[in-house]
T-cell receptor, first 114, second 113 residues
Framework: EAGVTQFPSHSVIEKGQTVTLRCDPISGHDNLYWYRRVMGKEIKFLLHFVKESKQDESGMPNNRFLAERTGGTYSTLKVQPAELEDSGVYFC????????????FGPGTRLTVT | AQSVTQLGSHVSVSEGALVLLRCNYSSSVPPYLFWYVQYPNQGLQLLLKYTTGATLVKGINGFEAEFKKSETSFHLTKPSAHMSDAAEYFCAVSLYGNNRLAFGKGNQVVVIP
């Protein structure tokens, strides 16, 4: 069974540019999460999808971030325009059901904004 | 809002010695508790979790953790460190009815031969 995959693994962009991160969850997992780790800080929750619907987007930092989940399968996280403070590692996770079930994490996308 | 405290960003332990990583949480209600491990270039992997029931939880790779409500702690231990235990370890909590995880800052464990 394939795990959670994320693309790209690394991205370096200039301030003001747009970047789109992609996450493919484990097949059959209705729940998909995005988290972010800024250097030196803890991993922080961004948002949670149940199928194609946003269940909780309370962690999204501002309206420069847009997350979508097409047809309840893969998800994209777009940052437009990127700022220096957006640099960090973006993790995606998925789980089969809600509640305290294991969230399976992808390897992350390291985003560097220069 | 819940928060998680992990002290000591870098922890060095000798091979064969006890591994002890401390985790304290603040929450108005008992949360669900997790320990995750991240090996280089990999995603976070669940080591163990506490939801209800027995407070001593055993996980993979010989790790275990004990939930102590009175101390609001969930410390992770392993009796004998192995070189393969070198990784970053994260404590996390979530509340009933809320799927999002709140993480501590992590402990980077270095195992000294």
């Amino acid at each position: 069974e394939a795990g959670v995959t994320q693309f790209p693994s690394h991205s370096v962009i200039e301030k003001g540019q747009t970047v789109t991160l992609r996450c493919d969850p484990i097949s059959g997992h209705d729940n998909l999460y995005w988290y972010r780790r800024v250097m030196g800080k803890e991993i922080k929750f961004l948002l949670h999808f149940v199928k194609e619907s946003k269940q909780d987007e309370s962690g999204m930092p501002n309206n420069r971030f847009l997350a979508e989940r097409t047809g309840g399968t893969y998800s994209t996280l777009k940052v437009q325009p990127a700022e220096l403070e957006d640099s960090g590692v973006y993790f995606c996770a998925s789980s089969q059901d809600g509640g305290p079930y294991e969230q399976y994490f992808g390897p992350g996308t390291r985003l560097t904004v220069t | 809002a819940q928060s998680v405290t992990q002290l000591g960003s870098h922890v060095s332990v000798s091979e064969g010695a006890l591994v002890l990583l401390r985790c304290n949480y603040s929450s108005s209600v008992p949360p669900y508790l997790f320990w995750y491990v991240q090996y280089p270039n990999q995603g976070l992997q669940l080591l163990l979790k506490y939801t209800t029931g027995a407070t001593l939880v055993k996980g993979i790779n010989g790790f275990e953790a004990e939930f102590k409500k009175s101390e609001t702690s969930f410390h992770l231990t392993k009796p004998s460190a192995h070189m393969s235990d070198a990784a970053e370890y994260f404590c996390a909590v979530s509340l009933y009815g809320n799927n999002r995880l709140a993480f501590g800052k992590g402990n980077q464990v270095v195992v000294i031969p």
